[in-house]
């Protein structure tokens, strides 16, 4: 049963840069998009963007401008990068797995979530 | 804001069958998914109407959608199912995905 297991630094001053790590255990890594999402203080989720294991990312275009997603197939791990980062991204992030049917005609969603990793933004 | 719409909150007595609805001009011919989220615990897939659901989500959670308009339907409530619920599904530009704001059930 394919698990996901989040990292990364939980206390960023503004200015700074998030970095967060998830890796996929017990599972083929291939064949799926890998997520980022996060949910501020008492509100709802937000998508951040997404990659496959051949580098192919999308992005949330409001936060395409400071975010970075990656993979390390060998590792098979998804990255997140984010700068410059502000108060405003306070929030917890999580990474998720994307199901899409053959040739991404349709999106299944995401069935398997990371424990989610809360970033604090301050100076 | 987001594309898709979602009540803020629905209630629902005990045992009853309550219908939690999203809707979006994205969502025609697309599927959605489904999201239980219980306060302080990481979002858990429910349905997305297609797919076979998830072991350990119980059969009363059932999803579907009709022109603009997604649904996840509980018949019979209980009460271990007070939580938010999100939907999502892409966008209007067909590449990105959404959210929708979520709505907070509460069994009474």
């Known amino acids: 049963q394919v698990q996901l297991q989040q990292w990364g630094a939980g206390l960023l001053k503004p200015s700074e840069t998030l970095s967060l790590t998830c890796g996929v255990y017990?599972?083929?890594?291939?064949?799926?998009?890998w997520s980022w999402i996060r949910q501020r203080p008492g509100k709802g989720l937000e998508w951040i963007g997404e990659?496959?294991?051949?580098?192919?990312?999308n992005y949330n275009p409001s936060l395409k401008s400071r975010s970075t997603i990656s993979v390390d197939t060998s590792m098979m791990q998804v990255s997140l990068k984010l700068s410059p980062v502000t108060a405003a991204d306070t929030a917890v992030y999580y990474c998720?797995?994307?199901?899409?049917?053959?040739?991404?005609?349709?999106?299944?969603?995401?069935?398997?979530w990371g424990q989610g990793t809360t970033v604090t933004v301050s100076s | 804001s987001s594309d898709l719409t979602q009540d803020p909150a629905v209630s629902v007595a005990l045992g009853q069958t309550v219908r939690i609805t999203c809707q979006g001009a994205?969502?025609?011919?697309?599927?959605v998914s489904w999201y239980q989220q219980k306060p302080g615990q990481a979002p858990v897939f429910v349905t997305n109407?297609?797919?076979n659901r998830p072991s350990g989500i119980p059969d009363r959670f059932s999803g579907s959608s009709s022109g603009n308009t997604a649904s996840l339907t509980i018949t019979g409530a209980q009460a271990e199912d007070e939580a938010d619920y999100y939907c999502?599904?892409?966008?209007?530009?067909?590449?990105?995905?959404?959210f929708g704001g979520g709505t907070k059930l509460t069994v009474l």
């Open positions: 990659i496959n294991h051949s580098g192919s990312a």
């Open positions: 994205s969502l025609r011919n697309q599927y």
């Open positions: 017990g599972e083929s890594f291939s064949g799926y998009y």
């Open positions: 109407g297609k797919t």
């Open positions: 999502n599904s892409r966008d209007s530009s067909g590449v990105h995905l959404v």
């Open positions: 998720a797995r994307s199901r899409y049917s053959d040739y991404g005609t349709y999106y299944y969603g995401m069935d398997v």
